[in-house]
């Protein structure tokens, strides 16, 4: 009992000492402390082991200021120890009012810190991303921020006296990118949005927030035969303060390890550590001869020009690079990327292609088996076979490997929307675009892919935004022109088109979709031009040289020399770039139906998709297009099981992905093919000019023998007649914006 009351006492002593209120009042000034240097301290450049310094004295100093609080007395007559003060003298319910006080006053110091970081700071910080999430619909409203630390590389500027060396700086800034990229805890802006920037005299503020990155890097590369000079600063966008700068005077010779020791730099000062797989994947995928990594600079440069002859050059640079180091896993993974790029370009066919990608990618991996891009590029190949499993498994380790890897994240997002699984491909691209802020890609895709859904509204949003961050692209119109068409708004969709192809001129897509339009508002007189200055523009390009088969099929006149083109385009390979594969294969496969010469279509397919025509074949395909057409080509040929089998794998496949606005006529058409007329009216009810993917749907129900068993049937001839006012209606809404063609354009 005796030990209670001492233990009683020696707590009422402490409480009575202000023992409790100097530990408490010291906790919080601590914290406070604490949270004011970690926002000043960085700003002054104060080095960093001061903090840990600052924080091991506080802890230090908190069993001292108990100590010292039950030793020492505060009197009228100043500080006292405590067993010098008369109890009745004593005034420490007078000072522990005054710590009562202080403590609420440090407390609500401190709250209203926490509270200013929670909601002004972090909204300041993030604001730009959040305005473009609310113009261009890349986010949801429950998407978490991204707080993780994030860098743009801004291409190096050339101090050389040579300006064509400007290639070398541009490659060493790249070169610098990639590394960073391989950071896992980094999120890095994309070479494409970066290098947006190349000689523009902007505030890196204003840069940094383009680019929704918190820091930059910028420098400087001058050469001088053997000699190079590098500058390189790190910059923070919140300040504007240099939170690293360095200078190396090297031989070209060095200039590896110039590299490596500024992206070691980087990463020290912005806090994150290279990771055991990505660092040695970095050692595995460089080269160490200087001509290679020449050459390799100078394809990277021809690659993001982009066209059928710089496609070419970079595939020539790289493989000259491979000559001169035969072990440059980089060089290997890129020259696939490469060949991937020229078929989509129809710059080369699609089986050579494929082969050459195969190969060069197997070859990286081989070298690097952690590259992102190799991976990447396999995975692509794949999916560009139809071979959904394999091309899943691959894609997701590149995006696991890689997560700043926009090609990886693009061929990624690709194979989810082939897997039926739109939404998670529209969140993919949503991602891409957080890294690759003013790429055209993803701003076109996002487009696309929500309009698919049905959101008419926020593919139109989509839009907005990239017109707003890329008011020169002529893809953003191509963008607009796709949805409206896709809704029936033809006349939108023509200005839309026309509009882009006066931003580039060069471009046979802009005027090739115009025509497209055109056909479909019943003004052959306009389209025709149109198609003329997309051959003029570039004959050998995939919608070129399809323009004469989309006037047969438009005119219902498909003739032998039709016949011989589509056949010879199949033949070459041509890519599927706009619907170029499509109207190929529906010329022989509904001359087939009509004449039946199944024999050509059939050998079209076979070279397309042998999966699928196999006889023993067991792997349905995800292709909806590839799936459909293989099924109504056997069935017309009388290989009625195998036929059926593939037709209803698509109608199971399509019901993944079919909505009350995306019910098309290929839907339609395939219920008719299985024989189920009442599915197929019931679906034509649902069908019709205003809902989504109508586009060209009248022209092949007007004249394909696939809608003949119903072409007597009230509710297809009240379909027909719906969309012959549909384009009468828009024909007047153009005329009636004195929009045909501006001066440069055919007339109206």
């Known amino acids: 009992m005796a030990q209670n009351n001492d233990n009683e006492s020696f707590f009422e002593e402490l409480r009575r000492r202000n023992v409790y209120r100097v530990g408490v009042g010291y906790a919080i000034v601590s914290w406070l402390l604490l949270q004011v240097i970690d926002v000043v301290l960085p700003i002054m450049g104060v080095p960093d082991w001061v903090p840990g310094l600052i924080l091991t004295m506080l802890a230090v100093g908190f069993p001292i200021s108990l100590i010292f609080a039950w030793a020492y007395e505060m009197t009228p007559e100043g500080l006292k120890r405590e067993k010098e003060v008369d109890r009745s003298q004593s005034i420490t319910d007078q000072t522990a009012r005054k710590l009562d006080r202080i403590i609420i006053a440090v407390l609500v110091v401190a709250v209203g810190m926490l509270l200013l970081d929670k909601f002004l700071l972090t909204e300041v910080a993030v604001a730009p991303e959040e305005t473009v999430a609310e113009s261009s619909d890349v986010s949801t409203a429950t998407a978490p921020v991204d707080q993780s630390p994030s860098i743009a590389v801004l291409p190096f500027l050339n101090m050389s006296d040579d300006e064509s060396s400007t290639y070398f700086s541009d490659g060493l800034a790249d070169t610098l990118l990639h590394m960073l990229a391989q950071i896992r805890e980094l999120r890095v802006a994309a070479r494409t949005s970066s290098f947006q920037f190349r000689d523009k005299a902007m505030d890196i503020g204003e840069i940094g927030r383009s680019l929704k990155v918190g820091t930059v890097l910028e420098g400087s590369v001058q050469r001088s035969g053997n000699k190079i000079r590098v500058t390189a600063q ?24 110039i590299q490596d020791e500024i992206a070691r730099e980087v990463v020290t000062a912005l806090k994150v550590s290279l990771l055991g797989e990505p660092a040695e994947t970095l050692d595995q995928e460089q080269t160490e001869v200087v001509a290679a990594y020449t050459e390799y600079l100078l394809a990277i440069d021809e690659l993001n020009s982009v066209s059928f002859e710089s496609l070419s050059n970079a595939v020539a640079h790289l493989q000259e690079a491979i000559r001169l180091d035969p072990n440059y896993a980089r060089a290997y993974s890129t020259l696939g990327r490469s060949y991937l790029a020229m078929q989509d370009y129809g710059a080369m066919r699609l089986d050579q292609a494929l082969t050459a990608a195969r190969g060069a990618a197997t070859r990286a991996l081989d070298l690097a088996p952690a590259s992102s891009e190799a991976l990447a590029v396999l995975g692509a190949v794949e999916l560009n076979n139809n071979n959904l499993d394999e091309a899943g498994d691959l894609l997701r380790k590149a995006v696991e490997i890689g997560p700043n890897d926009t090609t990886a994240l693009d061929y990624y997002a690709q194979y989810l929307a082939n897997d039926a699984r739109p939404q998670e491909a529209i969140e993919v691209q949503r991602k891409l675009l957080r890294i690759d802020p003013l790429s055209e890609v993803p701003y076109f895709t996002l487009a696309i892919w929500t309009a698919g859904q049905g959101d008419y509204e926020a593919a139109m949003e989509s839009i907005a935004a990239f017109k707003s961050v890329r008011p020169e692209a002529s893809n ?28 580039d001129p060069d471009d046979p897509e802009g005027f090739y979709l115009p025509g497209i339009i055109s056909l479909n508002m019943g003004l052959h007189e306009l389209a025709v031009p149109y198609f003329d200055r997309a051959v003029d523009a570039d004959p050998d390009h995939p919608v070129s040289r399809i323009a004469p088969l989309v006037l047969a099929i438009y005119e219902n006149d498909i003739g032998e020399d039709d016949l011989a083109l589509a056949r010879e385009l199949l033949a070459d390979g041509i890519s599927g770039r706009r619907g170029a594969r499509f109207y190929a294969l529906y ?49 017309q040929s009388g290989e009625t099981e195998r036929g059926r089998r593939l037709l209803e794998s698509y109608a199971d496949l399509n019901r993944r992905y079919e909505t009350a606005y995306r019910v098309g006529w290929v839907s339609v058409a395939t219920q008719l093919l299985l024989g189920d007329r009442d599915t197929a009216l019931t679906k034509l009810r649902a069908f019709g000019p205003n809902k989504f993917r109508s586009g060209d749907a009248h022209i092949i129900m007007e004249h394909s023998t696939l809608f003949d068993s119903i072409r007597d049937e009230p509710e297809f001839i009240a379909v027909l007649e719906d969309f012959r006012k549909k384009a009468a209606e828009q024909r007047a809404v153009l005329q009636a914006m004195d929009s045909g063609p501006a001066a440069t354009s055919p007339v109206l």
């Open 234 to 257: 790190l910059i923070d966008v919140g300040n504007g303060y240099h939170l690293w700068s360095g200078n190396f005077d090297r031989n070209l010779d060095d200039v590896f390890e």
């Open 587 to 635: 010329v022989l496969i509904e001359d087939a139906a009509k004449s039946g010469r199944h024999t050509v279509a059939l050998e079209a397919l076979d070279n397309l998709y042998p999966h699928l025509m196999d006889e023993a074949a067991t792997d349905l395909d995800k292709n909806l297009q590839a799936t459909f057409m293989s099924g109504w080509a056997l069935l």
């Open 476 to 503: 953003a119109y191509a963008a607009e022109g796709f949805v409206e068409f896709s809704y029936g708004n033809y006349a939108a969709a023509f200005n839309a088109m026309r509009e882009g192809s006066e931003l």
